[in-house]
């Protein structure tokens, strides 16, 4: 809030002795010749020189103040569709709640999650639907899935298991700069598979950090023989540390980006984009890896019920090469931009790099973790089981494990809670096994309910809720059967025209709001528009969905490039440059992934049954 206290400048009369300070009195004694109408002006705050400087501080107050602003007027000058009759009553109140939101969404006025119980509430006010019917979005099958995910990883979290593999990896690649850059995305995207993408930057970053740091230090102190480790920090076998590895010990003066060499500094500039890139493309190799990737499961169940489900495996096997495509995209770019096209095929340029600072900060963090810890090996197990289960349930090409149950059964979610709830009961430890208290009493379960509720994201659930429910007031309402008509004169677009268009539309509309909000607000009109011209629906709303997570040119447009933007070694511009190349050349992964192997896999140059649903809208 902008402060109230107004004081008088020089200029005014000299006889005029105020103080507006919160801390004078409201009687302080005024000796003055003005007139009383002009001191009352004054105690009352206004501006004793001119109306325009009143007015002037009036629109600042306002524009510091603009979520409020956004937030009270947007339902105002919406407020005509509440009564409007046409195309019918239903629709326009419809448009009424999705316009808000997605004003609220794009603007962050509200929370992101705030916004998304809007429905609740919102909708049976104005007379859409239920309350009742609402609130079975919010808890779906798919949002269990998610959930199921969400509390794997947290288990993952809590033993270190993430920073172990991390780590090892990083050891195994080396520091040379074009294969550290590799080991730092391959690792990212793969955590960022099953963690959340938020998640997995916060832990990377302050690694790649200390790399960084490290190795600059000891090319500028190349006389110095070595930096010392720090001893083990073990209890048990079992890493007790929470925190993420730092870049300097306790005392030691942090050295700032700027101070390095401009080789250096490109170097941390490349470390810290392929970091929150890879996060962000990691997110769409699995189907619990991001939000949106849920969305387009709820869209295809609610728009057409007689389709095949997305599984976790049919997502995976059409996701994973288109992942590990882009993971590769963003390897080559980041080299070729700061560290020099030569680099890809030249090892003499990584001379100025070459030093053991870089390979002694991970020895120095690896070893603080202790040995591999009995819950870090029954983690992995677990994962592994989980992984298979999910992959081999109804794999398409053979038949899955669920088909020894009634169709439609067992799902994804039921497989993974079911995983998540062995974690609850199974023992941390067990007598005789290295690492074990003294004694026959086993040890506390791997994973506690204390732990899942302070970690869990509750927020992302409810968001994904919202855009459940948003999508089933759209198809309830018939708002998405007009807009696909409205829409229907694009047919003459060929479709993998149009695939494009609405991939370079997602991936612009992403940059300025969350995936799964973006996702939230087009897939359903997708979903209607694809079958009203005639074009199998996942051939529009997979590339589309995974479009929601290519935003990699702002600070702001994902939770991951925020942090990584925050540790200091970018500047926006190198964000923008780099991330609007990777926005296009990943668009363009993805158009050949679903025109190839896509196409093949779920059979998209045909137009099925299911799809061809009869609208009950008028196109008027």
């Not at 387009?296 to 095949?308: A, H, L, N, V």
């Not at 677990?382 to 149950?405: E, H, N, Q, T």
């Not at 926006?572 to 679903?594: P, Y």
């Amino acid at each position: 809030m902008a402060s109230t206290n107004n004081h008088l400048s020089p200029s005014m009369d000299k006889d005029i002795k105020v103080d507006f300070s919160p801390e004078s009195s409201q009687h302080d004694f005024i000796t003055s010749t003005e007139p009383l109408a002009k001191l009352s002006d004054q105690r009352e705050g206004f501006p004793i020189s001119s109306g325009g400087s009143y007015w002037r501080s009036i629109v600042k107050e306002l524009l510091k103040n603009w979520k409020l602003l956004v937030i009270v007027l947007t339902p105002i000058l919406l407020s005509p569709l509440l009564v409007a009759q046409q195309p019918n009553e239903q629709i326009a109140k419809c448009l009424y709640i999705l316009i808000l939101m997605a004003t609220y969404w794009c603007t962050e006025a509200l929370p992101l999650p705030a916004t998304a119980l809007i429905p609740m509430f919102l909708s049976p006010a104005i007379g859409l639907l239920g309350a009742k019917v609402i609130a079975i979005n919010y808890i779906t099958d798919l949002n269990f899935l998610f959930v199921a995910g969400l509390i794997f990883a947290v288990a993952i979290e809590k033993w270190n298991l993430h920073i172990r593999i991390a780590l090892r990896v990083l050891m195994l690649v080396g520091t040379r700069p074009k294969m550290l850059l590799l080991g730092f995305i391959s690792v990212t995207g793969f955590l960022s598979m099953w963690l959340s993408n938020t998640a997995t930057t916060a832990m990377m970053i302050p690694i790649a950090h200390a790399v960084v740091i490290e190795m600059w230090k000891q090319k500028k102190h190349e006389n110095e023989n070595e930096y010392p480790l720090e001893p083990q920090n073990e209890e048990n076998g079992v890493a007790v540390s929470e925190a993420p590895p730092t870049s300097s010990k306790e005392g030691e003066e942090e050295l700032k980006p700027s101070e390095m060499s401009p080789k250096f500094q490109n170097l941390g500039k490349a470390v810290s984009l392929s970091i929150c890139y890879a996060a962000n493309i990691g997110g769409t190799g699995t189907l619990t890896g991001t939000g949106p990737n849920l969305l387009i499961g709820d869209t295809m169940s609610k728009y057409f019920p007689e389709s095949d489900d997305i599984t976790f495996g049919s997502w995976i096997l059409f996701s994973l090469p288109l992942m590990i495509i882009c993971l590769f995209i963003c390897w080559v770019i980041l080299v070729v931009m700061f560290l020099g096209p030569r680099t890809l095929f030249c090892r003499e340029n990584d001379a100025e790099f070459e030093n053991e600072g870089g390979k002694l900060v991970l020895k120095r963090e690896y070893q603080k973790l202790g040995k591999t810890s009995c819950p870090e090996i029954i983690l992995i197990t677990f994962f592994v089981i989980l992984v298979l289960l999910w992959l081999f349930r109804d794999p398409k090409f053979m038949p899955g494990w669920s088909s020894a149950f009634e169709p439609k059964f067992v799902t994804d979610a039921a497989t993974g809670l079911f995983i998540c709830t062995l974690l609850f009961v199974f023992p941390s430890s067990f007598p005789g096994i290295s690492g074990h208290k003294s004694g026959l009493q086993l040890g506390p379960p791997i994973l506690d309910w204390p732990t899942v509720q302070k970690k869990l994201p509750w927020g992302v659930i409810i968001l994904l809720g919202g855009g459940f429910a948003l999508a089933d007031m759209c198809k309830k309402s018939g708002l998405s059967d007009w807009l696909g008509c409205k829409l229907g004169v694009l047919d003459s677009i060929p479709p993998s025209a149009l695939v494009f268009i609405c991939g370079v539309v997602m991936t612009f509309f992403t940059e300025f709001t969350s995936n799964t909000s973006s996702a939230s607000i087009f897939l359903p009109i997708l979903a209607q528009l694809a079958a009203t011209i005639g074009v199998h629906p996942l051939y529009i709303l997979v590339p589309v969905t995974i479009c929601a997570s290519f935003a990699f040119a702002f600070p702001v447009a994902t939770p991951p490039n925020a942090i990584v933007f925050a540790f200091g070694h970018l500047k926006v511009l190198d964000m923008v440059k780099s991330g609007m190349l990777m926005n296009f050349l990943c668009l363009g992964a993805c158009m050949l992934a679903i025109n190839t192997w896509g196409t093949a896999y779920f059979k998209l140059n045909t137009f099925p049954d299911w799809a061809n649903i009869t609208t009950t809208s008028q196109c008027t």
